[in-house]
């Protein structure tokens, strides 16, 4: 699949393909999927345990994830998947409130899936996205 573009942004993004053997994000002609981000410092890979902070968190590395696979961050995407731990209104409200404050000007289509247990202990909340960058 070598006409594909693969990234993984520094910190974190570097960490998890070399210890589990994945990428950040492709880019696939004029679309970028995004593996799903948690709420981690994405350079220490360390997790605030308030489920505020951490979804505020997750939606900073879409864009961190989005921007370093070369597209404009949030403005671009159409389609959000989200994970959480648990799914109650607290994290409903939370994430709402990020939509409108990363985008704005526009709706994406939404999965909002409640889950047992996200990739690592401390997770409570994991977004992918998938983003069109008009050429």
């Known amino acids: ?19 589990y053997g994945y990428s950040q994000a492709v880019r696939i002609g004029d679309r970028i999927e995004c593996s799903g981000q948690g709420g981690w410092d994405p350079k220490t890979g360390a997790y605030n345990t308030n489920i505020e902070a951490q979804i505020k968190q997750a939606f900073a590395n879409v864009d961190l994830n989005l921007r370093d696979a070369g597209g404009k961050g949030w403005s671009q995407v159409f389609r959000v ?7 109650n209104n607290e994290a409903l409200t939370i994430m709402v409130g990020e939509f409108k404050k990363w985008m704005p000007d526009h709706s994406p289509i939404w999965t ?24």
């Open 1 to 19: 699949m070598s006409h594909l573009q693969y990234h993984s942004y520094e910190g974190v993004g570097e960490r998890n393909l070399k210890q």
């Open 81 to 87: 998947n989200s994970y959480h731990v648990p799914l």
């Open 112 to 135: 909002c899936v409640g889950v047992q247990r996200l990739g690592e202990d401390d997770m409570r909340v994991e977004i992918e996205v998938v983003a069109h960058v008009a050429e």
